[in-house]
């Protein structure tokens, strides 16, 4: 392995898990292994270790049959158990090289890891958005450079996208806030709504720490606080702000 990719981060310790999915990926997948990327705060520089999680890709040549999968599973759920610092931070998913290339939400379900969860399930319209950094941003582990394996996304489809999500996830929340009652997800939510109005503005995208620098100048007074203080999470100990939460997601849904 290239030297770079024994190192695909600046952190050994996510490295070491790193190189452990690998290992145990490509050994369960054999020839339908393509490669191993990174997206996230790990491809954009913005990576938190305290709050941050591991966002991964693994790209195989086609659907993975179901014994595949089983095993797949186990060895996520020994990997969570094998007390390596960031094994319980892994969230990524399993996709053949044809769902990666465009989006296609009629695609067939991929396993996915997400909290600790492994699963099968198709995407949503947030994997326009994710394709387009791991096109642009990702990080190669293992395996050929990613810009050939992914069409380009337009500005209009990222746009499409950010509003199909808003209605989707993110106005119920304006009904039944009862998941905005944790102040990380409070934070998480501010500057989720800080990239997307980043995007709907630009028709591209930017990670949480720019959109939010962008949002406190762009929005004025009214928003800086929250905005500041969601930004400084966890560091910093946070007052409930969960009426300014629900009032910045409306006003990013209208």
Not at 119 to 127: C, F, L, R, S
Not at 217 to 245: C, H, K, M, N
């Amino acid at each position: 392995i290239p030297e770079e990719r024994m190192h695909p981060t600046p952190y050994p310790d996510v490295n070491l898990v790193l190189q452990r999915l690998l290992t145990e990926a490509q050994s369960i997948l054999g020839k339908q292994f393509i490669g191993l990327y990174l997206y996230g705060s790990l491809s954009s520089g913005d990576f938190n270790p305290q709050s941050s999680d591991v966002d991964f890709v693994i790209v195989t040549h086609s659907i993975l049959p179901a014994a595949t999968v089983s095993a797949l599973e186990t060895m996520h759920q020994q990997l969570a158990a094998s007390g390596l610092k960031w094994a319980a931070k892994l969230e990524g998913s399993y996709m053949p090289k044809d769902s990666l290339r465009r989006y296609n939400p009629e695609a067939t379900p991929c396993p996915q890891i997400n909290e600790g969860r492994f699963y099968v399930a198709g995407h949503g319209h947030d994997w326009i958005i994710q394709r387009h950094i791991i096109r642009e941003w990702g990080v190669v582990v293992s395996g050929p450079p990613l810009r050939p394996l992914i069409d380009p996304v337009q500005p209009e489809d990222l746009r499409r996208a950010v509003r199909g999500i808003l209605q989707e996830w993110w106005a119920p929340m304006l009904q039944d806030a009862s998941w905005l009652q944790r102040r990380d997800y409070q934070a998480f939510a501010v500057l989720t709504m800080c990239r997307a109005l980043y995007t709907l503005a630009f028709g591209a995208v930017a990670s949480k720490p720019v959109s939010a620098r962008w949002a406190m100048r762009e929005l004025g007074e009214e928003w800086t606080g929250v905005i500041q203080r969601a930004f400084s999470w966890p560091q910093e100990p946070q007052p409930d702000e969960l009426e300014a939460t629900i009032n910045l997601i409306r006003y990013t849904c209208e």
